[in-house]
């Protein structure tokens, strides 16, 4: 998910890692520093529209470096989270480094991820443009509930819940849609999506160009 520019509330200094409240987190994150740059993938590709398959080994050396890679790869993006599937691995794994209305950072990753939203007669949903990755340079309006909770492991198979309000809750949401093999696409009425995918092909370039400048100057 892109990074939303336009927040109405500062990001303070609060910050939640896995779910739980430290007093102070890098930016960016450990990871990535010992992460290696990976392509993102396209809307179009097939890995990104079929389910991914649930991690079965735990706590191995690849998996941790799998997590490392995207949090880099996520920065080089300017992205707030991504999708195992969105670096071409089609495994339940995402990561977020994700700000909330409330100016709370949450950082991490959550692997296995079942999404949990409020019951229809409780819950407010809120229009609000959202970006991709995956879809360079296109933004539009996606109506979702403020509100959601996500429950699955971390990278050694201990069990985690990630609760998001607002503009986190939304990228919990646009995450977990990627692991289904959807994107925020999907959700979008034929006219709407014929309009975002025009932005795509204006704008990707453009994009693809910023994102190999911000990984240069990583690199000196």
Sequence with gaps: MSVRHDRSRPVDRRVRVLGQPVDTYPAPSPEAARGSLRRVTVVGEEVLRRPCREVTEFGTAELSALIDDMFLTMYVADGAGLAANQVGVDIRLFVYDCPDDDGIRHVGHIIN???????????????????????????????????AVVRGLDKDGNPL??????????????????????????????RDRKDALGQMAERREGVFAQRALKADSLRR
């Design 113 to 147: 991820p079942v999404l949990d939203l409020p019951d229809p007669g409780s819950r407010r949903l809120v229009d609000e443009c959202e970006g991709c990755l995956s879809v360079p340079g296109a933004t539009m309006k996606v109506s979702r509930p403020d509100r």
């Design 161 to 190: 819940v990630i609760e998001g309000m607002g503009y986190f809750a939304r990228c919990l949401q646009h995450e977990a849609d990627h692991l289904l093999g959807h994107t925020y696409l999907d959700r979008l009425s034929k």
